[in-house]
């Protein structure tokens, strides 16, 4: 066991798996000599069990546990059926997109990072809504007062006293433009907005691969064709597919994670090859990214919610976006911004005329802005909001 548990320390695959593989020697020398062996029936499952329990011990021990979480979403997050994954304690307890525009489901808080709030809005109230990944959520900043989504607050409280502005950081770390059209449409629209602010583009220049797009696995999932899944009235099935639910009662194990990432790593480095195993799909291709962005576009007008598009800062030294990728994602948003007349603030651009990277994002991690880069996120931002007028009160 000992064995076992140190090697789940060191390395969670490779050493784990090859144990795994040395202990299953015994299981042959019972079977070899399993005629001399009292109650060899029940000896065989017994060893198995013992094998494969500590070797799950041995993954879920050290810092390797949060590499091999369900669906790889970290400590802080529980996988979700129709999200993927969600922060942990987000969403009240019982939630489904059934239960939206329920009594009940009215005064229950979601827990957002900027605290929590209900679906209902007193009267004359401004609603606003970051979104986006890790940035709009403000990923290494400790205090939410220094996220831009808060300083936003700060400045629409100081220009405009007379008026009754509530801000939420509606933004999840990792999310695409595709998870932020699903939160949106199965949760964020029942909390009636008035101004959406998309903060995004980097997540989505992050190339993931796999058997199927992202819009696939909602579909196998739900059960639900996401292509219409904004102009349906949510009903999804009570329950999973039978694939599906195992694969989620699958997931809960570190081993069968490690499998999963183990296997994948092979395939992925056959290169072509890869294409024989169905693994080298791009889960979120561009075509994709865009149609999601035009249902966005579609359906926070069919709510009546204006939008602005905010390109995020992006700095070069983030290795997992390659440039090509970056540029692509970048001109689909200006393109759909341009095409179904969005506003659209160029932030990116803006800062990389100004400052420094180094200036702008976290000391040990390129992919995020600091404090200091937030604040200037959070000026560029409000003098567009000014400019454009998107936060005159709304017709009555």
């Known amino acids: 066991m000992g064995i076992w548990l140190l090697s789940g320390c060191r390395e969670p695959l490779m050493l784990n798996l090859a144990l795994w593989l040395g202990g299953c020697l015994p299981l042959l020398l019972i079977f070899k000599y ?17 094998l494969f329990v500590a070797v799950e011990i041995g993954f879920r021990v050290g810092p390797f546990n949060s590499r091999l979480q369900p669906l790889s979403v970290g400590r802080d997050f529980v996988a ?14 019982g939630w489904t997109p059934e239960t939206n ?16 709030a209900t679906m209902k809005k007193a009267p004359g109230v401004f609603r606003i ?3 986006g990944g890790s940035n709009a959520w403000g990923h290494g900043i400790d ?5 831009f989504t808060a300083l936003l607050d700060q400045m629409t409280k100081k220009e405009f006293p007379d008026r009754n502005f509530e801000w939420i950081a509606g933004g999840v770390k990792a999310f695409r433009v595709f998870h932020n059209l699903i939160i949106y449409k199965l949760l964020l629209r029942h909390f009636h907005p008035d101004l959406i602010i998309f903060y995004s583009n980097v997540n989505d220049g992050v190339i993931t691969h796999g058997p199927y797009t992202y819009h696939e696995l909602f579909t196998m999932r739900t059960g639900v064709d996401i292509t219409k899944l904004w102009i349906s009235e949510n009903r999804f099935p009570k329950k ?3 694939i599906s639910a195992a694969q989620s009662g699958m997931r809960r194990l570190r081993t069968y994670n490690a499998l999963v990432q183990w296997i994948r790593g092979v395939r992925e480095s056959r290169g072509g090859a890869g294409d024989v195993f169905n693994v080298s799909k791009d889960a979120n291709p561009p075509d994709q990214i865009e149609a999601n962005l035009r249902a966005f576009v579609e359906i926070t007008r069919k709510d009546g919610v204006r939008l602005l598009f905010a ?24 393109k759909v911004a341009r095409e179904m007349d969005v506003p659209f603030l160029p932030v990116n651009d803006i800062l990389h005329a100004r400052y420094e990277p ?31 007028d998107l936060l005159s009160a709304p017709a009555q």
């Open 240 to 242: 999973e597919s039978l």
């Open 80 to 93: 979700h059926r129709y999200f993927f994954w969600a922060p942990k304690d987000m969403l009240p307890k």
């Open 129 to 131: 809504i970051t979104m």
């Open 311 to 334: 390109d995020a800062y992006q700095s070069p030294e983030i290795t997992e976006v390659p440039a090509s990728r970056a540029s692509e994602v970048q001109a689909i948003m200006k």
């Open 143 to 147: 205090r939410y007062e220094d996220t």
């Open 358 to 388: 180094s200036a702008l994002t976290l000391s040990d991690d390129a992919g995020h802005i600091n404090a200091f880069g937030n604040e200037q996120a959070a000026k560029i931002i409000f003098n567009k909001l000014v400019e454009d």
């Open 34 to 50: 399993r005629k001399n062996i009292p109650f060899i029936g029940l000896l065989g499952p017994t060893a198995f069990m013992i």
């Open 101 to 116: 525009g329920k009594p009940a489901a009215e005064d229950q808080a979601v827990n957002f990072r900027s605290g929590p």
